[in-house]
């Protein structure tokens, strides 16, 4: 299944060793990311290293684990999808994933009801998530 994931459930996946982390590893899922969700957790890593109480070097270690698992779409590709994105919901911080899902075809793992304004491209929490995939 290909999944667009937004920051926050990035965020979760590396503060705690929980459902969303395991989810984030399941073989059934292809994980998508626009670019842009580097700079959200260069913004906010000082935020998730506090919370995670991981040291340093094993949070950097789980960054690139997480991220071996990610497939980042330049966001220049994206372009061509934000007048639909924009068109779709207000907050110009989602246009990027929403173009994620509109070009590689998948829904949005997201937690965010500001998603839910739209129905063009299928949302699924973490809990729905896991209905669709199954037992982890």
């Not at 979760?12 to 990311?33: E, H, M």
């Not at 957790?41 to 995670?52: F, G």
């Not at 220049?76 to 907050?91: E, G, M, V």
């Amino acid at each position: 299944m290909k999944v667009t994931v937004d920051a926050n459930v990035l965020f979760a996946c590396l503060i705690k060793d929980s459902t969303t982390r395991k989810l984030f590893f399941n073989p059934a899922l292809s994980l998508f990311a626009p670019e842009f969700i580097v700079d959200e957790l260069i913004q906010h890593i000082l935020e998730v290293q506090e919370k995670s109480g991981l040291p340093e070097k094993e949070l950097h270690h789980l960054i690139l684990k997480v991220f071996g698992q990610l497939t980042l779409v330049p966001d220049r590709d994206l372009k061509p999808f934000l007048p639909a994105a924009a068109s779709l919901i207000k907050d110009p911080k989602d246009w990027l994933y929403l173009s994620c899902a509109l070009q590689e075809d998948t829904i949005i793992w997201s937690n965010d009801n500001d998603f839910g304004q739209q129905k063009r491209v299928k949302i699924a929490t973490t809990k729905e998530l896991i209905a669709l995939v199954g037992s982890l």
